[in-house]
């Protein structure tokens, strides 16, 4: 078990037991979480699984078998956004206070978090399945592509603290696009347009080393 240290002075998680975390080193949803707690400093104990193959730890702390799970005060949570809102609950900054704001924070990381679902889907679909069904893969993508458009819209009209790290919402957004360039590479030539709007934000992201240290292996 670790505990919390410093830039959180202020908030209720210092005294608690933080981790393990159980993560697989490409799951995006799990990134998200990591990014989270390394951007803030804080320490975890890192738990890393197979998800294809999920240890009898993982199933005893979430049935569902999926990660991220976060054990806090000895607790399982589970769900990325469960997690995210867990920690704003015990008092770490992920949302804005004002009401709209957070609205449109959240919506902005709904749309990342649904990319990064099509994404999955569409792995599972395409590389998981033994007999893969076209319907499907195009349907992923498609979701995919009208969820990316939408995220290129919102970006361009977001204040630019919410594309800066540790706002959540650029989080959100570089593990999505990483993801993406993982396991749909061919999206960038199809779909130029859907990315242009990203591309000084990838890169600019790519230069802090959380970012690069999380960066979901080939
Ligand atoms: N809604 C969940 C999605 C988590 C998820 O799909 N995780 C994937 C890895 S990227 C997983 O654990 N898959 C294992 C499985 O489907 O058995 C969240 O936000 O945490």
């Not at 159980?22 to 390394?38: G, N, T, V």
């Amino acid at each position: 078990m670790f505990f919390m240290n410093s830039l959180m002075s202020k908030s209720q998680l210092i005294e608690q037991k933080v981790g393990p975390l159980y993560y697989s080193e490409r799951s995006p949803f799990a990134r998200r979480i990591r990014l989270a707690l390394h951007l803030r400093e804080i320490e975890f104990e890192p738990r890393v699984v197979n998800v294809f193959d999920p240890p009898a730890d993982l199933l005893e702390q979430n049935p569902m078998g999926m990660v991220p799970v976060l054990i806090l005060n000895q607790k399982p949570i589970f769900d990325s956004n469960l997690i995210l809102e867990t920690l704003s609950d015990h008092g770490l900054k992920i949302w804005s206070d004002e009401v709209e704001l957070r609205l449109q924070e959240r919506l902005f990381s709904t749309l990342a978090a649904g990319v990064m679902n099509s994404a999955v889907l569409y792995f599972q679909e395409t590389k998981m399945h033994t007999s893969p069904s076209q319907e499907w893969v195009e349907d992923h993508q498609d979701t995919l592509i009208r969820s990316l458009k939408e995220l290129a819209l919102r970006f361009k009209q977001n204040s630019d603290h919410t594309k800066q790290l540790p706002h959540q919402n650029a989080i959100d957004l570089i593990c999505a696009l990483d993801y993406v360039d993982l396991r749909l590479p061919h999206l960038r030539q199809d779909y130029p347009d859907c990315f242009m709007a990203f591309e000084s934000f990838q890169k600019s992201m790519n230069e802090n080393i959380w970012v690069r240290h999380t960066h979901p292996p080939k």
